[in-house]
């Protein structure tokens, strides 16, 4: 079992940055593949960003290109995704999510390919 725990949402202006942590506990940190969703308001989840478990691979968004950066430190069993130039368009509840990796190919993009999840921060953009 995997627990992930989200922390260092916020209110931001745009054009502003915050990071975000995910800390994990259990052994497996290590061998998985880590990501983040988001979720606004009225509007389906979707896929911002993935690391493999070495943090070598790495897939963002089209939205995110650019502005956001996922990185991870499996000796703190901890991700983080580190978000510039942040937009209106951004505010949003944020997930931590995390997958068995079978490989460091292993990179899914589906939310249901993702077996845990963590409780979600807010991150609001003002204009």
């Known amino acids: 079992q995997v627990q992930l725990v989200e922390s260092g949402g916020g209110l931001v202006q745009a054009g502003g940055s915050l990071r975000l942590s995910c800390e994990a506990s259990?052994?497996?940190?290590?061998?998985?593949?880590m990501g983040w969703f988001r979720q606004a308001p009225g509007k389906e989840r979707e896929f911002v960003v993935v690391?493999?478990?070495?943090?070598?691979?790495?897939l963002h968004a089209d939205s995110v290109k650019g502005r956001f950066t996922i990185s991870r430190d499996n000796a703190k069993n901890t991700v983080y995704l580190q978000m510039n130039s942040l937009k209106p368009e951004d505010t949003a509840v944020y997930y931590c999510?995390?997958?068995?990796?079978?490989?460091?190919?292993?990179?899914?993009?589906?939310?249901?390919?993702?077996?845990?999840w963590g409780q979600g921060t807010q991150v609001t953009v003002s204009s």
């Open positions: 259990g052994r497996t940190f290590s061998s998985s593949t």
């Open positions: 690391v493999n478990w070495s943090g070598r691979a790495t």
């Open positions: 999510v995390a997958a068995q990796a079978s490989s460091a190919f292993d990179i899914p993009l589906h939310s249901y390919e993702y077996d845990y």
